[in-house]
């Protein structure tokens, strides 16, 4: 389709500006320089990659060249803490397509007050994810339309370690198995005790657990994590 109000600059040989122009409303630009004097030229407009070709007059006619635009959007992520509360300081989002490999992943610019743009998207799904210490990462997925802008919100919750000991009387008992449930009975974590006999649940989310001891018999004991501290749980088998 045509585009109007684009901008067309005129580069010479030296990198400087030797003419510019912007587009009609049917899309036909005009710049006048002399034949020496061009070298590139730079098509650029809002919500739109820009494109740079590379041209050369020759002789009194004039010469043409088109451009083809492509159009983009833009992404506003806002981030909140557990319950609405501000984002923290060492959050960093990252964006990549939807179903892409982890390692795709580019960060958003963090342009402060909790909020990080995403500029120049091209239209699809995306994937945005935020992270944080001591906190679960949040991830959102978002459809970009190009020429507009996609707002999205991402929470984070706070997390805990969770660790302790399994015992049988004085001494840790050392490659014992150990579970982690969640409320609903599911089993969420899996460890074994190291040769002290502690075992450790990193960044579990707030919630009620139970955590189960599988040895001689089995042994459940009962815990709540969460609000960004350690929690001790320590499994007596005697």
Known sequence: ?????????????????VGRTTSDPDGTYRVAVGAAEASGAVASASSHLPLALPVGLNGPGPASYDFE??????????VRGAGG???PADAVVTIRAAGAAEHTAQRARDVGAGTWHVEDVLGGAYELR???TGHKAGVATVEVTAGQTAQVELVLDT????DGVVRAGARGVS????SLLDDAGHVVRTTATDADGRYR???VGDGEYT???AGFRPFARRVRAGGGVTTEADVDLA
Not at 69 to 78: C, P
Not at 159 to 162: I, K, M, N, W
Request: aromatic content about 2%; charged content about 15%.
């Open 159 to 162: 997390t805990a370690d969770l």
């Open 85 to 87: 509360s501000t984002a």
């Open 130 to 132: 935020v992270t944080a």
């Open 69 to 78: 635009l492509v159009a983009v959007g833009r992404i506003v992520a806002t």
């Open 175 to 178: 490659g014992m198995a150990v």
């Open 211 to 213: 955590v189960v001891a």
């Open 201 to 203: 649940f990193g960044e």
């Open 1 to 17: 389709l045509p585009l109007a109000g684009a901008v067309v600059t005129i580069t010479g040989r030296d990198g400087g500006e």
